[in-house]
């Protein structure tokens, strides 16, 4: 009876872990992952800003994009994207009260993927300066933490 109980365990774990590994986000490349504020698997409206990552060799390993739509009040979306295969990927953006402000709304998405993070998104951004950018590995680009693209 012992070794039946085992038998059972060990097809079930196996069973669960098979379940599990499809549902990973993003092509996710391990089990850690963060995010907060507002989420979705793509932007929507117009991509209107966009800066390539790139290591210390100066060679490109992925890029940022700020995407604009002006739906929910003007909603500001950031994405990134990795092109070199380093495990980790992060997308953050920060609505700001006024330019040189502190921000009122945050969202972020970072995590071991391998191919984006984000949308990371923002809404009711006309009339307020946004910050935004992302990560691959250790090597990032972030707009001025000022603000741009008040309005």
């Not at 951004?125 to 950018?133: F, Q, R």
């Amino acid at each position: 009876m012992r070794k039946l109980t085992m038998t059972v365990v060990g097809v079930l774990a196996i069973a669960s872990l098979a379940l599990a590994v499809p549902g990973m986000s993003r092509a996710a490349g391990g089990t850690m992952s963060s995010h907060y504020g507002k989420l979705r698997d793509h932007c929507v409206g117009s991509r209107i800003e966009s800066h390539n990552i790139v290591n210390q060799r100066g060679k490109v390993i992925g890029h940022t994009e700020l995407w604009y739509s002006p739906a929910m009040g003007g909603q500001n979306c950031v994405m990134t994207y990795n092109r070199a295969g380093s495990p980790f990927t992060r997308a953050r953006i920060w609505r700001l009260k006024s330019k040189g402000g502190l921000a009122d709304a945050a969202s972020g998405d970072e995590g071991f993927y391998r191919y984006y993070a984000g949308g990371s998104y923002v809404n009711h951004a006309d009339g307020h300066c946004v910050t935004w950018g992302g990560t691959v590995g250790n090597f990032g680009w972030y707009s001025s933490a000022a603000g741009v693209h008040c309005g």
